[in-house]
């Protein structure tokens, strides 16, 4: 039996579930998730390892139509993505129909013509069998409006696991054969520094979604084993930085007393050691970059 290896990129307007469909193929939670548009930032890649494959999975930040300088990057980070991938999966959430978005996303995708491609229907336990033949449908005729073939056009359900499976056998099914290109034991190539930040941020947003979703960064300081435990009980120092655009959102931020604050290091720190595998101190503190989205300087430095 032949091994095969490569990448599959989602693509996709904000907020189709991209994230989620990701850390349901990889069996483990390698990207955060909001129902927040823009919550992938960068390229997040997971690996999934099976017998006969290798699939790296690069889930990708929503195409959309940029109103900031940090808007602009993401898309070309996108761009830059599908462009050195093996398949693209085009996805479109169940419950709403294409529009304006996905026909610009796919306008753009049917230029790499010699990258197979499939659409993924996601979020399909959100409505009817009649609704989802509809979409089907729908999907199929957007594809053909920019001359795209699809490979395939799969409904998925990642909360629920309907046809994760199959997907997974559909994107295999389109790498090329190769070796393994990653270590068994790894779910990706993220660094502790990225993936702690980024589940940081993921509480931040739970907390202050409604009034400054965009405006919050993150960036780790330090990840240092406390010198003073036991080696049998091992515990990790985290000094991290929210970072916002204007003083009066540090407030938002912070909380009354300080509550909102600690709620999202409560939170964040729950899944730090799921994800470290040993107790953490997390000492987050809240600056401000002033209007960070728009500055270059502000960009690079916050690692955009």
Request: charged share 25%; net charge neutral.
């Amino acid at each position: 039996m032949s091994y095969r290896s490569g990448f599959a990129c989602f693509v996709g307007r904000p907020n189709t579930g991209k994230s989620t469909l990701t850390n349901a193929l990889v069996g483990s939670k390698v990207a955060i998730t909001s129902d927040r548009p823009q919550t992938t930032r960068h390229a997040v890649r997971g690996i999934v390892n099976r017998d006969d494959a290798q699939l790296i999975l690069v889930d990708t930040p929503g195409v959309h139509k940029p109103r900031t300088l940090l808007g602009q990057r993401l898309n070309d980070v996108v761009r830059g993505t599908w462009a050195d991938v093996d398949v693209i999966a085009f996805c479109v959430p169940a419950d709403e129909k294409p529009g304006p978005g996905d026909r610009f996303i796919l306008q753009e995708v049917s230029q790499a013509t010699r990258i197979p491609k499939i659409a993924v229907v996601t979020k399909i336990d959100k409505i009817s069998p009649s609704a989802l033949m509809e979409q089907l449908v729908a999907v199929q005729e957007l594809g053909a409006q920019a001359g795209i073939q699809w490979q395939e056009v799969i409904p998925v359900s990642a909360v629920k696991g309907e046809q994760v499976e199959l997907l997974t056998d559909l994107l295999v099914a389109l790498l090329p054969e190769g070796p393994k290109l990653f270590p068994d034991e790894i779910a990706t190539d993220e660094t502790q520094f990225v993936m702690v930040a980024e589940l940081i941020r993921e509480a931040a947003l739970e907390g202050v979604r409604d009034e400054l979703p965009h405006s919050i960064a993150v960036v780790v300081e330090e990840i240092t084993p406390r010198e003073d435990r036991p080696v049998d009980r091992p515990m990790m120092d985290i000094t991290a930085f929210i970072y916002i655009e204007r003083d009066s959102q540090k407030a938002i931020v912070i909380g009354k007393g300080g509550q909102r604050l600690k709620d999202v290091g409560t939170a964040a720190r729950r899944e730090i050691e799921a994800l470290i595998g040993m107790p953490v101190h997390l000492d987050l503190r809240v600056k401000v970059a002033k209007d960070w989205q728009r500055d270059p300087k502000q960009l690079r430095k916050l690692g955009f």
